[in-house]
């Protein structure tokens, strides 16, 4: 279950805002969503290996300490110095490095075998699943995109990410709510790389290959272990034209969009929309996005391609929702 926060005015969903996520262009009205509840997602426990910080046996390349953690994503986090990193490499670097790719590739191929994820991996050429994340304390970097600094006076530690075969280039959102978590998991390697200041605080700003992205995050702790009350990351409200995004009054009525074919980042293949109530609950199963209105049989489902595709079908939602005289 996702939870998505949107700004309205006088009933009316915001676009425009001051927000920036690095790697995203220009600004836009925020809109947190937050993975608090999908803890356990993929495993079905937040700490699929039981504890939150662990000696990992990688066949040919020995053992290193690593934090797994299920949140929204499943990921290995890894001190950067452990895979010989600095942290601060461009998704370049670390792609144009065979052997360190393949120490990744080895680690994470180890974890999937020892959650259970064996045939999914094996039967995959660039496995999506898990993520590796390797985290550094904060230090001063320039961006690969644009070659701006990012001060390490402006961000909480600095993460590079990689799956499918190749490093991220900024941070997906689910990392980045996984992320979050970790970082409020004593002892865990993200955790042990937190600034002091984001210990006082739900705010953690997360510096990436494209610059910054804040999540905020609360974990507390329970007599069955730590349990996840919040791990929210925003997101961008982007301006949509109307004629890509129109009402559907009647829930016999569906919606075919060529969002895909003219904007780059809509991945909406079909979408059928019976929205009415104030509360909305989200889900996401087997790429699809269901949106669910509290107090009403009505709902709401988008089916799209990637998870960011599923994510910034929000705002197009907004824009939908608010044809019916909506409130989110």
Same mark, same amino acid.
């Given at each position: 279950?996702? /939870?998505?926060?949107?700004?309205?005015?006088?009933?009316?969903?915001?676009?425009?805002?001051?927000?920036?996520?690095?790697?995203?262009?220009?600004?836009?009205?925020?809109?947190?969503?937050? /993975?608090?509840? @999908?803890?356990? &997602?993929?495993?079905?426990?937040?700490?699929?290996?039981?504890?939150?910080?662990?000696?990992?046996?990688?066949?040919?390349?020995? @053992?290193? !300490?690593? *934090?797994?953690?299920?949140? #929204?994503?499943?990921?290995? /986090?890894?001190?950067?110095? @452990?895979?010989?990193?600095?942290?601060? !490499?461009?998704?370049?670097?670390?792609?144009?490095?065979?052997?360190?790719? &393949?120490? %990744?590739?080895?680690?994470?191929?180890?974890?999937?075998?020892?959650?259970?994820?064996?045939?999914?991996?094996?039967?995959?050429?660039?496995? #999506?699943?898990?993520?590796?994340?390797?985290?550094?304390? *904060?230090?001063?970097?320039?961006?690969?995109? =644009?070659?701006?600094?990012?001060? #390490?006076? @402006? %961000?909480?530690?600095?993460?590079? +990410? /990689?799956?499918?075969?190749?490093?991220?280039?900024?941070?997906?959102? =689910?990392?980045? *709510?996984?992320?979050?978590?970790?970082?409020?998991?004593?002892?865990?390697?993200?955790?042990?790389?937190?600034?002091?200041?984001?210990?006082?605080?739900?705010?953690?700003?997360?510096?990436?290959? +494209?610059?910054?992205? #804040?999540? !905020?995050?609360?974990?507390?702790?329970?007599?069955?272990?730590?349990?996840?009350?919040?791990?929210?990351?925003?997101?961008?409200?982007?301006?949509?034209?109307? !004629?890509?995004?129109?009402?559907?009054?009647?829930?016999?009525?569906?919606?075919?969009?060529?969002?895909?074919?003219?904007?780059?980042?809509?991945?909406?293949?079909?979408?059928?929309?019976?929205?009415?109530?104030? &509360?909305?609950?989200?889900?996401?199963?087997?790429?699809?996005?269901?949106?669910?209105?509290?107090?009403?049989?009505?709902?709401?489902?988008?089916? &799209?391609?990637?998870?960011?595709?599923?994510?910034?079908?929000?705002?197009?939602?907004?824009?939908?929702?608010?044809?019916?005289?909506?409130?989110?």
């Amino acid at each position: 279950m996702i /939870f998505a926060d949107v700004r309205v005015k006088a009933g009316v969903p915001l676009v425009k805002g001051d927000l920036a996520i690095g790697g995203v262009p220009g600004t836009g009205s925020p809109i947190g969503l937050d /993975f608090s509840h @999908s803890a356990g &997602a993929a495993t079905g426990n937040l700490l699929p290996f039981g504890e939150h910080l662990s000696v990992l046996d990688v066949p040919g390349y020995g @053992s290193l !300490e690593v *934090s797994v953690i299920d949140c #929204a994503n499943l990921v290995i /986090f890894v001190a950067a110095a @452990s895979l010989g990193m600095q942290g601060t !490499e461009a998704p370049m670097e670390i792609d144009g490095n065979q052997q360190l790719v &393949a120490r %990744i590739n080895a680690i994470r191929q180890a974890v999937a075998y020892r959650v259970g994820l064996r045939d999914y991996w094996d039967s995959r050429k660039a496995p #999506a699943s898990p993520f590796l994340v390797a985290v550094s304390q *904060s230090t001063s970097y320039p961006t690969f995109t =644009t070659g701006s600094m990012v001060e #390490a006076s @402006s %961000i909480d530690l600095v993460c590079r +990410s /990689f799956a499918t075969g190749t490093t991220h280039q900024a941070m997906p959102v =689910t990392v980045t *709510s996984c992320t979050g978590a970790a970082c409020r998991i004593e002892g865990s390697v993200a955790n042990r790389m937190l600034s002091a200041r984001a210990r006082e605080r739900d705010l953690i700003e997360i510096g990436h290959p +494209s610059g910054t992205i #804040a999540v !905020e995050s609360r974990v507390q702790a329970t007599a069955s272990g730590p349990e996840v009350t919040l791990a929210r990351r925003g997101a961008l409200s982007l301006r949509v034209p109307n !004629e890509l995004v129109q009402p559907v009054h009647h829930p016999s009525d569906r919606l075919r969009s060529d969002l895909v074919s003219k904007r780059p980042w809509g991945f909406i293949q079909d979408q059928r929309l019976r929205i009415k109530s104030n &509360a909305l609950a989200l889900k996401i199963d087997h790429g699809v996005l269901q949106i669910r209105a509290e107090n009403s049989p009505r709902c709401c489902t988008i089916k &799209a391609s990637t998870l960011v595709g599923l994510q910034q079908c929000l705002p197009r939602l907004a824009r939908a929702i608010h044809h019916t005289n909506t409130r989110i």
